[in-house]
């Protein structure tokens, strides 16, 4: 196919170098870019020129200042291609290209005028003037703008260089070619769609030149298009709301969330400042504050679940564009609890006091119990400390009542102090308390009680009207006026002296227990007085208590020996009596009686018996234990007396040179202090012995009045034993009423514990005998010192035994109970004792 094209060529040629032969000039055409040593034309021939004639003749070119890129065949003459052909670079646009060439023909000389035209092919494509086109359009610019394109251009020609424009796809731009004869060829590049930078900021796009040559060929060159940014996006936050949790007991300056809003546009359009503002709660402005160029949000002041839980803040964000644009969302701030605060224990109603008979169950007090936390750190356990007597029970959510649980005693416990405890369920837990105070009111629901069922008060006689002999103290553990308590005698019976009533000697103070003498005691005539005192409260209805008093009087030596008459004189049934009257007459530390007679025979032996003086004391004791002295005569003299018998007997035997009479001067003394005595004057006449048997004989048969003037016994016989009868009678009498008293004193002590209020007392054993009585303490026993001197072994003194006070403080209005017996007896008159028993000698 090509050589047929050749073919055409060269026809071509020779039809051209035929006409131009025919007009003086030779033509010759060839293609540009025609290959090297390509006959242009057969020139020797065309100028008519025989075969080797042209070499002959130097048939060849002359140099014309540029390479025609033609040459001459020396040989045969024709017009050969010697170099490559670029009609652009011969002719540039210009058209038709025509080389004008002289060719010199030697012998002769000649000038020929070839003229050769280069014809374009289409060996190039269309040229932009650069690859890449940067053009910038405002994303605000409306659909239909046009914006001129510098077109591309083609070094060929004619059709080669006709270009048709293409644009590569896009939906926003299109191109638009526009043809005038002024302007020629005008290329705009037309806004088909609203651009949208944030969508797509850079657009890129192929424009293709194309021209009409066969092949065509063709020339891109890429568009950038920048898409100016206009400010019509407001920032955006990827979120509407953001949702944030953060601990009450945050710290200043902690971040709660950094906030990013997003602009699309650029430049300053894109520059972004924020700004907070607080929905919920209107109050909590201060709280957070925003970094106007971070956009991060931190805390400014303390938080508290308890006051707000929640905080609704919105957060602006603006652009710098012109105008500016702002975006905005919220941000809910939950604030999470922690165990902070602790539970309180408030009281809403509070009965008090509660009195101790209050059933079970009664409720004493409302609570009401909250933790301002929530949740775990919320739930509060509560109870009660110490658990009893009292306890709680819930109500409803967060109230309770403090009810009793156990019967109430307001004499064991008259007050209780009570704690209400409340934890929390945190961790670590919080607690908190609430002390109540509750008293217990009084009920009347103890009786009045002595501390012994049996008081044994020993006082002495001829007490001072008025005298206190003891103090009674009964307990009565209720207050007020339940446990205010009035005394009274009760009637009770005294013994020595027949019933009596205890009325008319003692009385008891009504508020004070104290228990006195109404009269002055004698022994003589009253040796025990039993009665009860009754102890009463105020309560209502009263409760009362009783206790037994056994009051001991005791002897006082206010008696002096009295003298008896002799045994078998006539005031001998009466003797006791006559005693007692005797020793009344006898008022002083001794009294003297007239003068006793006795008689005894010279040469009587040592140790025979001629008189027995007889005295008896009314008192009892050592007061009533006598003893006999010889006053005078002192010294060594016949006759000696019995210390304890009272009888008169020779010291030695008698001889006339004792004198026919002897005048004795006998004292009688007891033994109480201080002591008394009487004293005797016993005249003994001494005579042979059948007048001494005479004047017994006659003694026995004279009256009554006469051996009462006697006053003596002529023999040791049965007128010392009367008078021994008589003295061991009086003795045991006096005994038997003391060891009486002494037996209940001793059944008092010894009685159980349990009774209370009445009942039979301890006793006391009591010993007598003829000379005296005591009483003796299996317990307690002491020695007494009855004077300055030395302390005598025979006398003891016994403390009874008295109950512990009750425990816990005496109440104000009560008197002190006595730590011992000797406290119930009044001064120093009243001193128990014994007496013990000493044979008569």
């Known amino acids: 196919m090509g050589e047929r094209w050749c073919a055409a060529v060269l026809r071509v040629l020779v039809l051209q170098a035929a006409w131009a032969l025919a007009g003086g000039q030779v033509r010759y055409s060839v293609a540009e870019e025609a290959k090297a040593g390509t006959v242009v034309g057969r020139l020797a021939q065309d100028l008519g020129l025989e075969a080797g004639e042209a070499e002959a003749r130097r048939l060849r070119l002359v140099a014309q200042g540029r390479r025609a890129s033609v040459e001459v065949s020396g040989a045969s003459g024709a017009l050969l291609v010697s170099s490559r052909l670029d009609r652009e670079e011969l002719c540039g646009k210009s058209a038709p290209c025509a080389l004008r060439l002289e060719v010199l023909l030697e012998r002769p000389l000649r000038v020929f005028h070839v003229e050769l035209e280069v014809t374009d092919i289409n060996d190039n494509a269309p040229i932009f003037p650069a690859a890449r086109k940067n053009l910038s359009i405002a994303e605000s610019s409306l659909p239909g703008s046009r914006f001129p394109l510098e077109g591309a251009s083609d070094a060929d020609i004619g059709v080669n260089a006709q270009l048709s424009y293409t644009l590569s796809p896009s939906e926003h731009f299109s191109l638009d070619l526009q043809k005038t004869e002024v302007d020629g060829e005008s290329l705009f590049l037309v806004l088909r769609k609203p651009l949208d930078r944030?969508?797509?900021?850079?657009?890129?796009?192929?424009?293709?030149?194309?021209?009409?040559?066969?092949?065509?060929?063709?020339?891109?060159?890429?568009?950038?298009?920048?898409?100016?940014?206009?400010?019509?996006?407001?920032?955006?936050?990827?979120?509407?709301?953001?949702?944030?949790?953060?601990?009450?007991?945050?710290?200043?300056?902690?971040?709660?969330?950094?906030?990013?809003?997003?602009?699309?546009?650029?430049?300053?359009?894109?520059?972004?400042?924020?700004?907070?503002?607080?929905?919920?709660?209107?109050?909590?402005?201060?709280?957070?504050?925003?970094?106007?160029?971070?956009?991060?949000?931190?805390?400014?002041?303390?938080?508290?679940?308890?006051?707000?839980?929640?905080?609704?803040?919105?957060?602006?964000?603006?652009?710098?564009?012109?105008?500016?644009?702002?975006?905005?969302?919220?941000?809910?701030?939950?604030?999470?609890?922690?165990?902070?605060?602790?539970?309180?224990?408030?009281?809403?109603?509070?009965?008090?006091?509660?009195?101790?008979?209050?059933?079970?169950?009664?409720?004493?007090?409302?609570?009401?119990v909250s933790d301002r936390d929530s949740g775990e750190n919320g739930r509060v356990r509560c109870w009660v400390w110490p658990a009893s007597p009292f306890g709680l029970e819930a109500t409803f959510a967060g109230s309770y009542s403090l009810v009793l649980r156990e019967a109430l005693d307001r004499e064991r416990v008259s007050e209780y102090e009570v704690e209400v405890r409340a934890e929390d369920g945190g961790a670590p837990a919080l607690r908190a308390s609430r002390g109540l105070r509750v008293p217990v009111s009084d009920v009347n629901d103890n009786a009045p009680a002595f501390a012994q069922a049996v008081y044994t008060v020993l006082a002495r006689e001829n007490n001072a009207a008025g005298a206190e002999l003891a103090r009674l103290w009964a307990r009565d553990p209720d207050e007020a006026g339940n446990g205010r308590v009035s005394y009274s005698v009760w009637e009770g019976g005294a013994g020595g002296g027949g019933w009596r009533a205890a009325s008319s000697y003692v009385s008891v103070d009504a508020e004070s227990g104290r228990l006195w003498a109404l009269r002055p005691l004698d022994y003589e005539e009253l040796q025990v007085l039993q009665f009860e005192v009754r102890a009463v409260d105020a309560g209502e209805p009263p409760l009362c208590g009783n206790a037994t008093v056994q009051l001991f009087v005791l002897d006082e030596n206010d008696n002096a020996p009295a003298l008896l008459p002799p045994a078998g004189s006539a005031p001998e049934a009466g003797g006791v009596a006559a005693a007692e009257a005797a020793a009344a007459a006898a008022a002083g530390a001794g009294s003297e009686s007239g003068t006793l007679w006795a008689w005894a025979a010279w040469g009587a032996p040592a140790g025979q018996v001629v008189a027995k003086i007889r005295a008896v004391d009314a008192d009892s004791g050592y007061n009533a234990w006598l003893r006999y002295e010889l006053w005078e005569p002192r010294g060594k003299g016949p006759f000696r007396v019995g210390l304890y018998s009272g009888e008169v007997s020779t010291a030695r035997a008698l001889d006339e040179a004792d004198g026919p009479r002897q005048r004795l001067l006998i004292v009688v003394r007891d033994h109480g202090e201080p002591a008394r005595s009487a004293t005797a004057t016993l005249s003994v006449s001494l005579v042979e012995a059948a007048e001494a048997a005479a004047a017994a004989a006659a003694g026995s048969s004279s009256s009554s009045v006469s051996r009462s003037a006697l006053g003596v016994e002529l023999g040791p016989g049965a007128a010392s034993a009367a008078t021994n009868v008589w003295l061991v009678v009086a003795i045991c009498a006096v005994s038997s009423l003391f060891l009486l008293a002494v037996v209940l004193y001793g059944a008092s002590r010894w009685a159980p514990r349990a009774a209370v209020l009445s009942g039979p007392g301890p006793t006391t054993l009591v010993c007598a005998s003829e000379v005296g009585s005591w009483s003796y303490s299996q317990r307690h026993s002491r020695s007494l010192c009855v004077a300055d001197g030395a302390a005598k072994s025979d006398l003891m003194v016994f403390s009874p035994n008295f109950p512990p006070p009750p425990p816990g403080p005496a109440p104000k209005d009560t008197q002190p109970e006595p730590s011992a017996l000797l406290d119930t007896v009044s001064g120093p008159s009243f001193i128990p004792f014994s007496a013990p028993f000493h044979p008569p000698s």
């Not at 906030?259 to 503002?277: F, K, P, R, T």
């Not at 938080?303 to 957060?315: A, C, G, H, M, P």
């Open 198 to 368: 944030e969508t797509t900021p850079v657009h890129r796009l192929v424009l293709t030149a194309t021209d009409g040559g066969r092949p065509s060929l063709s020339g891109t060159m890429e568009l950038v298009i920048s898409v100016l940014d206009a400010n019509d996006n407001a920032p955006q936050f990827n979120q509407s709301v953001y949702k944030v949790q953060l601990p009450e007991n945050a710290e200043h300056g902690t971040l709660v969330i950094k906030l990013n809003a997003m602009d699309l546009d650029v430049g300053s359009n894109s520059n972004i400042s924020y700004s907070l503002e607080t929905l919920f709660p209107q109050d909590g402005k201060d709280v957070f504050a925003i970094d106007r160029k971070s956009g991060e949000i931190r805390l400014r002041k303390d938080l508290d679940f308890e006051d707000v839980s929640l905080y609704r803040l919105q957060v602006g964000a603006t652009d710098q564009g012109n105008p500016p644009l702002s975006g905005h969302c919220k941000v809910v701030l939950e604030v999470l609890d922690v165990n902070d605060n602790a539970p309180e224990v408030r009281v809403t109603s509070l009965s008090v006091p509660v009195a101790e008979d209050a059933s079970v169950g009664t409720v004493v007090a409302l609570l009401s």
